[in-house]
């Protein structure tokens, strides 16, 4: 050092070398960097805030920390990539940004990963809609939450600000979105275990296994790498609403395998084969005829199911529930939850089946039937529904009977019983037969008062003349309303009025009774033969008049033949006239 010109350094020539000379020779042993080219540097120092990069520069640049989140385990010596913003700005100092320089060339490096499905790292930055953002070489990716574990995630927030490996799964060019996944990665590795642990599955066989999800049909459990189902049916003998009563997430249980495909991967696993059948252990002494208890589980229109111990029903069918005949659903009689006593009507114990009633805790109505109901007393009943020929009406659960149509009434001729009555009305009847073999009553209405037509007998009588109005008109005649609400029928020929029209409906008019039959409640009338009788008993009587004056101008003639009548002539007249007078 002493032989150094310090002179000669400050005036700018060193062994006459100038100081341009000297900064021109300094620079070119610096890399050849231009603003906006992308680089490598080399990292100098990382702290919380900045992180310091050597790009062979005359100078270092500084790059703030939050770029670097994605990577975490980021240390001195690590090579980057950072894009040059400026080679030196006002102050002279070096811009960089790793940011920048990851996007210039992420779209192209996101491709490459996956065509080459290569395993990346990205950072989770925060949640959105469905699933997680991750950071991806400075692209934001989307993670599905499916995606994240093979596990359901409950709590998504634990992965925010964690780096993970991913894998990318889709990428839209158009709107260049890219999809990644953790999950895949965790399947890529589980799919070797799980071929291993299926292929080592056995039926009957019992494991241990961790509640992994529950679902309405069953529940997924976890055997260490491979997943099962257990139905909802062989969670529990009884019956199961809600597989969450049974069981609960991440609780270790022990099931057995009932069946598997080694193809598909479907275990089908059951947790109630691991304990005895309900039925081997129902009591021993139970026969039929016995009454028992128990909760209706299941209602459906042809009968309700009652569970009588945990995984032991009997079906009461809906027949047996009433001791009426009639078509009813199972709802109208019970509902679910309710708690019943019934009578067990059959057992098998090797079919695992059993038959219940609850109308046999009542008295069979038709066992005292006559005492109850005899031939002649009265009663009322409810109508039920028609037929062409009667009414069925119930005199009370169970009971039935019909009362035919023509047991409605003595005097009107009824066409169908809706016209009489109507569904649900109440009707008095008195009881006319029992059939208790067919659980049939057969009733009636028009019993409930005396046969009218034992006085119309005496007041119809065929001759008698009585005012009527036409109700109806037929084509063979009309209808013709009485009094004592008794009806008649007149055919059109007698229908004629005296000035050679015909009668019309809704007339009121005399009308004579020509037929009258008390068996077949027939009265047959006549509007012209109340005038043509009249004439015809007219004319009768002029003739009647007319005669006497014929046999007093004939009376000498008449005398001339007596005188020249012979004794046997006399007898034979006498004879003549007693024939005349018995004929009469």
């Not at 009639?326 to 057992?347: C, M, N, P, Y």
């Amino acid at each position: 050092m002493q032989d150094f010109n310090w002179d000669e350094f400050e005036n700018g020539t060193v062994a006459n070398v100038s100081r341009e000379e000297l900064d021109k020779a300094y620079d070119e042993t610096l890399n050849k960097v231009a603003d906006h080219q992308v680089v490598e540097g080399k990292v100098v120092s990382v702290d919380k805030k900045e992180v310091i990069v050597n790009i062979g520069y005359k100078s270092d640049g500084i790059i703030p920390a939050t770029e670097f989140r994605y990577n975490p385990d980021l240390k001195s010596g690590d090579v980057v990539e950072v894009y040059v913003e400026s080679v030196e700005d006002k102050s002279g100092k070096l811009i960089l940004s790793h940011k920048k320089a990851r996007l210039s060339q992420a779209w192209d490096r996101v491709n490459q990963a996956l065509d080459e499905q290569q395993i990346i790292q990205g950072f989770i930055k925060c949640r959105t809609k469905g699933g997680m953002i991750v950071d991806v070489f400075g692209i934001e990716a989307f993670l599905p939450g499916s995606q994240i574990d093979v596990h359901p995630i409950r709590d998504y927030d634990q992965f925010v600000g964690k780096t993970m490996e991913f894998k990318v799964v889709k990428i839209n060019q158009e709107f260049r979105n890219v999809v990644v996944s953790h999950k895949a990665l965790i399947e890529q590795e589980l799919e070797a275990q799980k071929q291993e642990i299926i292929s080592r599955l056995e039926k009957g066989q019992i494991l241990e296994g961790t509640v992994k999800n529950i679902t309405s049909y069953g529940v997924f459990v976890d055997l260490g790498g491979v997943d099962g189902l257990i139905h909802i049916t062989d969670l529990s003998w009884g019956r199961v609403d809600d597989p969450k009563k049974v069981v609960e997430l991440d609780q270790k249980i022990n099931v057995v395998i009932l069946d598997f495909d080694e193809e598909k991967k479907r275990i089908a696993l059951g947790l109630k084969q691991l304990t005895p059948h309900p039925w081997d252990a129902l009591d021993a002494n139970l026969k039929v005829g016995d009454h028992i208890k128990g909760k209706v589980v299941v209602i459906a229109d042809y009968g309700a199911f009652v569970e009588v111990q945990p995984g032991v029903e009997g079906l009461i069918h809906v027949s047996e529930m009433s001791w009426s005949q009639h078509l009813r659903s199972a709802q109208e009689f019970l509902k679910v939850g309710d708690e019943v006593e019934a009578v067990i009507l059959t057992l098998d114990r090797e079919e695992r089946k059993m038959s219940l009633g609850i109308k046999q805790l009542k008295e069979d109505p038709w066992e005292a039937i006559e005492v109850k109901y005899p031939v002649g007393s009265k009663h009322s009943a409810k109508v039920r529904n028609f037929t062409n020929f009667g009414v069925f009406v119930e005199l009370e659960e169970g009971v039935d009977g019909l009362i035919h149509i023509s047991d409605l009434s003595w005097t009107k001729k009824v066409k169908h019983p809706s016209e009489f009555t109507k569904v649900g009305e109440p009707i008095d009847v008195v009881v006319l037969d029992i059939d208790k073999e067919n659980r049939r009553l057969s009733l009636g209405h028009k019993q409930l008062e005396d046969n009218p037509w034992d006085v119309f007998e005496g007041k119809y009588t065929v001759g008698s003349v009585h005012t009527g109005k036409i109700t109806e008109m037929l084509e063979k005649g009309a209808v013709v309303a009485l009094e004592e609400n008794v009806e008649g029928f007149a055919t059109p020929k007698h229908l004629q009025k005296e000035d050679g029209t015909q009668a019309q409906l809704g007339e009121e008019l005399d009308f004579k009774v020509i037929e009258f039959n008390k068996d077949s409640k027939r009265i047959i009338l006549s509007h012209s033969r109340t005038f043509e009788d009249a004439q015809r008993d007219e004319k009768r009587a002029a003739r009647k008049a007319a005669a006497p004056r014929q046999k007093k101008e004939e009376a000498p003639k008449i005398e001339n033949v007596a005188a020249s009548t012979t004794l046997g002539d006399l007898d034979v007249l006498a004879n003549l006239k007693a024939q005349m007078e018995k004929g009469e």
